[in-house]
């Protein structure tokens, strides 16, 4: 399968800073991405839907100004958490649409655990 | 999003096969069934994918009955190292996106 990295793979920020984080796909050119949220004991939560070259999609509940994201490259999505506050600490996932015919098989990098003092 | 039930929790014992049932009742005609795997602090790992009857790779098994309103995911003779949450996912070739539900943590023990 294809091969996901995420940087950083950890960060601890003050309240009030910005955060960016990286997602590349390293062997696959990935026109959609996924951006991921999880919180401890919890399962995944989509946050938005990253489409190479045009704007992200948001779920219903997520802040587009606070997270936003940039899908500049086939290779390269980033998540921004703008003006982190310690309720925005969680682990951060994304993934990748692998191109499969059924359309539904993901490739996940190794998250980035986001704590905010 | 088809909507999947599975159950919370299962405990195992080394070299002992586990089998996790997944129902997904309203399986669209379209829809495929998906297993993932997540260790703690790691994103999750596609572990196998079928659309019915069974299907077998490298490190797993998926039993899908005619009416496929369920799956089962069989893990043969488990180590330690498969301790980890098991989700059941089912989406269309139309449906990029995928919901989460709460997964199966196995526990495998000594």
């Known amino acids: 399968g294809a091969v996901v990295s995420q940087h950083p793979s950890r960060v601890i920020c003050k309240s009030g800073t910005s955060v960016k984080i990286e997602c590349r796909s390293l062997?696959?050119?990935?026109?959609?991405m996924f951006w991921y949220r999880q919180f401890p004991k919890q399962s995944l939560m989509l946050m938005a839907t990253?489409?190479?070259?045009?704007?992200?999609?948001?779920e219903q509940g997520v802040e587009k100004d606070k997270f936003l994201i940039n899908h500049a490259s086939l290779t390269l999505s980033t998540l921004t958490v703008t003006s982190a506050h310690p309720e925005d600490s969680s682990f951060y996932i994304c993934?990748?649409?692998?191109?499969?015919?059924?359309?539904?098989?993901?490739?996940f990098g190794p998250g980035t655990r986001l704590t905010v003092l | 999003l088809a909507k999947t039930t599975q159950p919370i929790s299962m405990d195992s014992y080394e070299g002992q096969e586990v089998n996790i049932t997944c129902s997904h009742n309203?399986?669209?005609?379209?829809?495929?069934i998906t297993w993932y795997q997540q260790f703690p602090s790691q994103g999750p790992r596609f572990i196998i994918q079928?659309?019915?009857t069974k299907v077998t790779n490298e490190v797993a098994s998926l039993f899908i009955p005619a009416d496929r309103k369920s799956s089962t995911l069989s893990l043969p003779r488990v180590s330690l190292s498969d301790t980890a949450v098991y989700y059941c996912?089912?989406?269309?070739?139309?449906?990029?996106?995928?919901?989460f539900g709460a997964g199966t943590t196995v526990t495998v023990r000594a």
């Open positions: 993934s990748i649409e692998s191109g499969s015919p059924h359309g539904d098989t993901q490739y």
């Open positions: 062997d696959f050119q990935a026109t959609t």
């Open positions: 990253s489409n190479e070259g045009s704007k992200a999609t948001y």
């Open positions: 309203n399986i669209a005609t379209n829809d495929y």
């Open positions: 079928g659309y019915k």
């Open positions: 996912l089912v989406g269309g070739s139309n449906d990029y996106k995928l919901s």
